[in-house]
Each structure stands twice: as structure tokens, then as C-alpha cells.
């Protein structure tokens, strides 16, 4: 399902608790091939098309991607402006680069 927040206008502190969001609508006459999500922090910040996925320590893993939202806790990383969010479950959706 399409990612609703965290977007481009979003700024984030580490070590504070955010909502992550995303369209559930999409899901109406057609259930997702699995219930259970992850949420991964990722970066773009090179012309390789890499996403930059941390799947070795994901910020929310095992919730019913059908409830549209779960809280992470922001990880210490380095301060940018090109984190992405991809939320897996249905299919691996992407949301637009943000700051933290």
C-alpha cells in the first residue's frame, strides 16, 4: 500500500516515536498476500537506484499491515534529507525521501 507519512515535508528527531502510515484502501476486495508487515529505514543518496535498505535491524516488524499505521522509535543515524521508509507485507512500497 502506497506510504501517507512520513513525506517529503517530514522531519524527524532521532530517538523519538513517529507514526508511520500508509493507504489501506487498496486492500478493499482484495486482501494482501500476508497479513504481517515490516518497516525499514533506507536512503537514497547516490545515482546507483539503491534504496539502502537496513534489513538487518528493521523499526517495526510483525503488525497487521492491514491497520493502516505503526510506531517506530527513530534510530540513530546520521542527519540527512534523503531517508526513505519501505513498508513490506504486500508488496515492498517506498515512501518519498524525508529528513531526520
Known amino acids: 500500500p ?34 504481517s ?13 539503491n534504496e539502502h535498505l537496513n534489513t538487518t535491524n528493521p523499526l517495526a516488524a510483525g503488525f497487521n499491515i492491514t491497520t493502516g499505521s505503526a510506531t517506530i522509535t527513530v534510530p540513530d543515524v546520521a542527519p540527512g534529507n534523503d531517508y526513505i521508509i519501505a513498508l513490506l507485507g504486500d508488496s515492498g512500497n517506498i515512501s518519498p525521501t524525508f529528513t531526520i
Open 37 to 49: 508487515g515490516q518497516i525499514l529505514l533506507g536512503f537514497l543518496n547516490d545515482t546507483s537506484g
Open 2 to 35: 502506497p506510504i501517507i507519512s512520513p513525506d517529503k515535508t517530514t522531519v524527524w528527531v532521532i530517538g523519538t516515536q513517529q507514526t508511520v502510515t500508509w493507504n489501506t484502501s487498496v486492500f478493499q476486495g482484495s486482501p494482501p498476500s500476508s497479513f
